[in-house]
Nanobody, 119 residues
Framework: QVQLVESGGGLVQTGASLRLSCAAS????????MAWFRQAPGKEREFVAG????????FYADSVKGRCTVSRDRVTNTVLLQIDSLKPEDTAVYSC????????????WGQGTQVTVSS
């Protein structure tokens, strides 16, 4: 099975930037899409950004468009999420996920990394 491990979270001030990393291991050749989701306390998990693993073509949630950049390094099997101009409402646990070709849902999830933005 594909295994995902996130890193890069932390406590930052409003306006700062963070770069989150998600390292994939296992049968990564089966990965079709990878994405970042986040879940704030008391709220449902929401999609943030993702990309097609082979083409690298990104897609973003409207709530973060213009502030986020998602990219991938196929040599290290890593997906990066750069978030700029962080706001307190960006505080959440950020998790990466992967899906295989033909799968409608994301089957593989990391444990998540906490991002806290202080005002």
């Amino acid at each position: 099975q594909v295994q995902l491990v996130e890193s890069g979270g932390g406590l930052v001030q409003t306006g700062a930037s963070l770069r989150l990393s998600c390292a994939a291991s296992g049968p990564t050749s089966s990965i079709y899409r990878m994405a970042w989701f986040r879940q704030a306390p008391g709220k449902e998990r929401e999609f943030v950004a993702g990309l097609n693993w082979s083409r690298g073509s990104p897609f973003y949630a409207d709530s973060v468009k213009g502030r986020c950049t998602v990219s991938r390094d196929r040599v290290t099997n890593t997906v990066l999420l750069q978030i700029d101009s962080l706001k307190p409402e960006d505080t959440a646990v950020y998790s990466c996920a992967a899906s295989e070709a033909g799968a409608g849902a994301f089957d593989y999830w990391g444990q998540g990394t906490q991002v806290t933005v202080s005002s």
